[in-house]
């Protein structure tokens, strides 16, 4: 199997399937991730987004196909050794942590620890570079309970970066913050060089940002490839029941997005991909 650059791909689900009770939730998945490619998943809601992105950092095991991270089965390494290799940020949902931003970045080193190691300086160096990356510094003695939305996210950010991941996956990271907090968190991950894979709730930063997408329906991948490519007016009206306005910034030339209502609501069936773009195993 090939990356869309011609090398090796670091991260392959191949063939995923999760089924919860009687309930198949995601279906026969196959994708690829390039080294320190930007890839994103979208989707309706329901449609499998984040119980794939679990089966990938080994918090689900899938009913059938398989996951590999530089060529190794996640499930065939332990928690701590998927943790070397994969760091996770999920949405920030209001949890707090009665640490400071410094001790939460510094649980980034915990994969790379014996229970009983304390940091020593290559630790310290690691978590202040980390802080550094993430504009987060000056935030190292504060609370992690006293920060905003978008700072939180941002720590997080940093203690997966204090993982030296190969992976990062990123559950809907801009969720609940502000357009500005939504621009610098995801300009600033594309900025970090490392492969990453995120589900991606807004279809217009998923344009902005992603190099690629994978586009999820009723739990099956119906479509894959560059953003603009792939989210047609056609696919997004399928997919998720609105007609799609697309248009070019002349100042940057970067595409946007815009959504309006259907005036009705024909019954199309969402077309699988071509059998010409199915990954080769």
């Given at each position: 199997m090939r990356s869309h650059n011609g090398s090796a791909p670091q991260v392959v689900v191949d063939g995923v399937s999760v089924t919860l009770d009687t309930?198949?939730?995601?279906?026969?998945?196959?994708?690829?991730?390039?080294?320190?490619?930007?890839?994103?998943?979208?989707g309706p809601n329901g449609s499998g987004k984040s119980t794939l992105l679990r089966v990938i950092y080994r918090a689900l095991r899938p009913s059938a196909g398989a996951v590999r991270v530089d060529g190794?089965?996640?499930?065939?390494?332990?928690?701590?050794?998927?943790?070397q290799r994969t760091?996770?940020?999920?949405?920030?949902?209001?949890?707090?942590?009665?640490?400071?931003?410094?001790?939460?970045?510094?649980?980034?080193?915990?994969?790379?620890?014996?229970?009983?190691?304390?940091?020593?300086?290559?630790?310290?160096?690691?978590?202040?570079?980390?802080?550094?990356?993430?504009?987060?510094?000056?935030?190292a003695t504060r609370d992690f309970d006293t920060l905003s939305g978008g700072e939180k996210q941002r720590v997080l950010l940093a203690r997966a970066l204090a993982q030296q991941p190969r992976l990062l996956v990123l559950d809907e990271p801009t969720n609940h913050l502000d357009?500005?907090?939504?621009?610098?968190?995801?300009?600033?991950?594309?900025?970090?060089?490392?492969?990453?894979?995120?589900?991606?709730?807004?279809?217009?930063?998923a344009v902005g940002h992603c190099d690629r997408v994978y586009v999820l329906h009723g739990g099956r991948i119906v479509a894959d490839g560059p953003p603009a490519d792939v989210l047609t007016p056609d696919l997004v009206a399928e997919v998720f029941g609105v007609r799609c306005h697309r248009w070019v910034d002349p100042g940057t030339g970067q595409a946007h997005l815009g959504f309006s209502r259907l005036t009705d609501q024909p019954g199309r069936k969402v077309r699988d991909r071509p059998e010409s773009d199915q990954p080769v195993a």
């Open positions: 309930s198949t939730i995601v279906s026969e998945a196959t994708l690829t991730i390039g080294a320190g490619e930007m890839v994103g998943v979208v190794s089965d996640v499930w065939s390494l332990s928690a701590r050794q998927s943790a760091a996770v940020v999920v949405q920030e949902s209001g949890s707090d942590f009665s640490l400071t931003v410094a001790d939460v970045v510094a649980m980034g080193r915990n994969p790379h620890k014996g229970p009983l190691d304390r940091d020593n300086r290559d630790d310290r160096d690691i978590c202040a570079q980390a802080l550094a990356r993430t504009g987060t510094t000056e935030l357009i500005r907090y939504q621009l610098d968190l995801l300009d600033l991950i594309r900025t970090l060089g490392v492969t990453t894979l995120t589900v991606m709730h807004d279809l217009t930063l």
